[in-house]
């Protein structure tokens, strides 16, 4: 009998590439959605859904009793829900560490705890790198998050480390792109009309994964033995933006695209007008104080030993197999 795999977030960009990798390994799916979450991706005849509605407390655990009376308790749960960007900040908070923590006390009190349950963090809880010798961030690094985003993975891995015995994963990824994501794809547009627009003039070291890649060390991890720790998850190797700029540039067949080097000082202020524009709209914008900070950084580099030591973790994607591949992809749906 296959193994019950659920995965929250399944709606989303990188959601969408987990359910795709479980239904290869041959798990039985079921992608946790919201009534209003599209499911444009997730259109396999194979995969099982189920409404979560992580803002009432009884809601959530009335559905995930009468769903465990039924099927019984899932093997493994990827937890991949959370937000990136919010009009209020206080969300990141609300979403990413108050969510977690209702489902996490919801399954012990229901007694369905998985067999291992896996959270998407970030590579983001750890803040700001050596960005004098540019040594890479490790495991041992102590995080210090320097944005709310990160602040509010911290306050949800903590929070799963105080469950005793509660047997998790946390995964923490650089920069995901991939078919489908929208900030790289951002980029990428401004390089297809040519122009790259980079942030300070100090050297900065750039990391990435591939979402297929991510999606796959995922189940690396929940097939693993190992429970109750964190994994740094990137490519391996660092670029600059130099180097993203030709990789894109070639693949789009691009004679000249102009670099635009921008000073730290107006990035800032653009970045927090932009803000207090989209809080007092309610909406959500791309360049904010938590995105100013993450361009800001210089050392993106991070060391995956653990990984492939652990998990037999080995991405196949570097950057220009990936890049080539997403655009592809954004071109056959005319996004280029």
Not at 307 to 330: M, S
Request: overall charge positive.
């Amino acid at each position: 009998m296959s193994k019950k795999v659920l995965i929250t977030g399944s709606g989303g960009f990188i959601g969408g590439f987990i359910v795709d990798e479980a239904l290869r390994r041959g798990y039985e799916v079921w992608a946790a959605v919201r009534k209003s979450t599209s499911r444009v991706y997730l259109q396999d005849e194979r995969i099982n859904f189920i409404e979560l509605d992580f803002t009432s407390e009884a809601n959530l655990k009335q559905t995930l009793a009468d769903k465990a009376a039924e099927i019984g308790k899932w093997d493994y749960i990827v937890h991949n829900l959370g937000a990136t960007k919010c009009a209020n900040f206080l969300d990141f908070n609300r979403i990413n560490y108050g969510y977690l923590k209702l489902f996490v006390e919801t399954l012990i009190e229901l007694n369905i705890v998985p067999a291992k349950f896996l959270m998407m963090s970030t590579m983001g809880v750890l803040g700001e790198g050596d960005e004098v010798n540019y040594e890479p961030f490790t495991e041992k690094n102590i995080p210090l998050p320097n944005t709310k985003y990160g602040v509010s993975k911290l306050k949800a891995e903590t929070f799963l480390e105080m469950q005793p015995n509660f047997p998790f994963i946390a995964l923490r990824p650089t920069g995901v792109y991939g078919p489908r994501e929208k900030d790289y794809y951002l980029m990428i547009k401004c390089i297809a009309k040519g122009f790259d627009f980079s942030v300070g003039y100090k050297k900065q070291l750039l990391s990435f994964i591939y979402v297929k890649d991510l999606a796959r060390v995922v189940f690396d991890a929940l097939e693993s033995d190992k429970v109750r720790t964190k994994y740094l998850i990137a490519e391996g190797k660092t670029y600059t933006q130099k180097q993203f700029r030709n990789l894109v540039k070639k693949e789009l067949h691009k004679k000249f695209v102009l670099p635009v080097v921008l000073p730290l000082w107006i990035v800032k202020i653009v970045s927090v007008i932009a803000e207090k524009i989209a809080v007092a709209q309610m909406k959500t914008s791309t360049l904010n104080r938590d995105k100013f900070k993450i361009m800001k950084q210089r050392n993106w580099k991070c060391d995956i030993t653990k990984a492939k030591e652990e998990l037999g973790f080995q991405p196949e994607y570097d950057l220009e197999r990936g890049l080539h591949e997403a655009i592809e992809w954004y071109k056959q749906e005319k996004w280029l």
